[in-house]
């Protein structure tokens, strides 16, 4: 059949950000419609299944909607399936992550949480799938996976590689993430399925996609064979590096990326007064995103001042950017339970995140709201109580869309202290640097607002509150060091790294490519994020990479993000 001619669905069961995918195929110049109805499913030529967040819900969705047996039909029927993260899980008999809810068993094996104790979880980032055949599969077509590429990757279960047993005639790669070698694409008969999302994965990953929808990937089943084993699977993760645009409306009403010297957007007086104008924010993207940028984050720094669904500019920000940026997008801003102007209805933050997933957001950055749900945290443990009570916007979203999902964007500033009992019920360092007054000790006090309120919690309650809470990652900022160029705080994120086990994005104070490589080797965190460097082109996103890859710092290549 003509690749015209095919009709091609995607079942979506609610999973979160679709739009990307539906860019991705129309980037590719094809079309996708949805599943509607179960009756689609006898229409359909070929189907991609995506899915994010829990495997109980996406089980409980697929159940609830009568969709579970037309799938496990359309699969017998011989027509071809892609799945995709989730829609990979649930293909397998079960999940640890909900052990009463059985998966549709189109695969022996069950997926697994990932051991915490030698990395942070979830698996995020870029990292190699590789082929895990020892001849060639015997196919017309084959999956494009390129053993050099670099794939997106965001999960904190995986089916864990053996290269034995049944995996012989179905895994086809196989990634691995420090010490655990785990399955990360399955091909068998006329079923596809990735753990890493193609959708984010820049020009491999649509490379990969094109292979699927241009081609019918059909494996022999004499194609079986030996595979490589777990210990053949080398580690190839890089660390990301991120370029931060923050977004706010002008004196004139245009939403433009400015850059706060210690979060002061405005110009000085002298210049006028004006919010500082960097450029246009999908202008921006886009360049960063060719440039080689492994993730953008938006950060919407005047927060939906009324009701989110109400600021549809900034919601077009992120339809226009997801249809040229194929790499992970997070936005910040207005994450919170809203109340319309007429203060009848509430909006959850569920919704409110839900509304920037399907406008093609991966991941929500809370701020302020993120330090009173960890003050609420440590309150309930005082008191006695359950202090996961299920009531706080991290663990609805989380619940929902998974816990890579939920990035927490911490602003502190640092309060100098003679001695660790001046600060009593705080966690205090040792600093190398010592304060106006040659104080020797100093404790990270966060911030809500935007900065301009200091609260009587430090960075490691909050961010050991939130993890418990359900976030995914940490968006560590520095109030000092934002705009100085004079380097990340180390001493900030060596303490970080060391209260969580989810992964860190070093923030604020990056002024050469130095900056980003020292930060990485002396406190092992997963990526490094810049704005103001990148936005002024003082420092490009590849001289960055160029840098930290003589550093011997594995990175994707930049050549990959054009």
Known sequence: MPVSDQKLYLLDYGAGNVRSLLNAVE????????????????????IIFPGVGAFGYAMRALNNSGFAEPLKAYIASGRPLMGICVGMQVLFEGSDESPAEPGLGIFEGRVELFDKKLKSVPHMGWNAAQVVHQE????TAVPEIGEDSRYYFVHSYAVPYTGTGAQRGIVHSATRYVDQAVVSSVWSRNVFATQFHPEKSGPAGLALLRSFIEHDLVRPQSSAGELRMPGDIESALTVRVIACLDVRANDQGDLVVTKGDQYDVRESADKGGDVRNLGKPVDLAKRYYDEGADEIAFLNITSFRNLPFRDTPMLEVLRQASRSIFVPLTIGGGVRDSVDPDGEHVWPAVQVAGEYFRSGADKVSIGSDAVYAAEGYWQRKAEGLEPLDGSTAIEQIAERYGRQAVVISVDPRRVYVSSPEDASGHHVIRTAFPGP???QYCWYQCTVKGGREG??????????ACEALGAGEILLNCMDKDGTNSGYDIELISDT???VSIPVIASSG?????????AVEKTAVEAVLAAGIFHRREVPIVAVKKHMQEQGISIRSAEDGV
């Open 497 to 499: 790294k060391a209260a």
């Open 136 to 139: 060639n599969v015997l196919a």
């Open 510 to 518: 990056a002024g050469r490519p130095e900056h980003f490589s020292e």
């Open 27 to 46: 980037k590719l110049g094809h079309r996708i419609e949805y599943i509607k109805t179960v009756e689609d499913f006898a229409k359909a030529d070929k």
């Open 437 to 439: 007054n040659g104080e």
């Open 455 to 464: 609260r009587d919690a430090d960075v490691r309650q909050l961010v050991t």
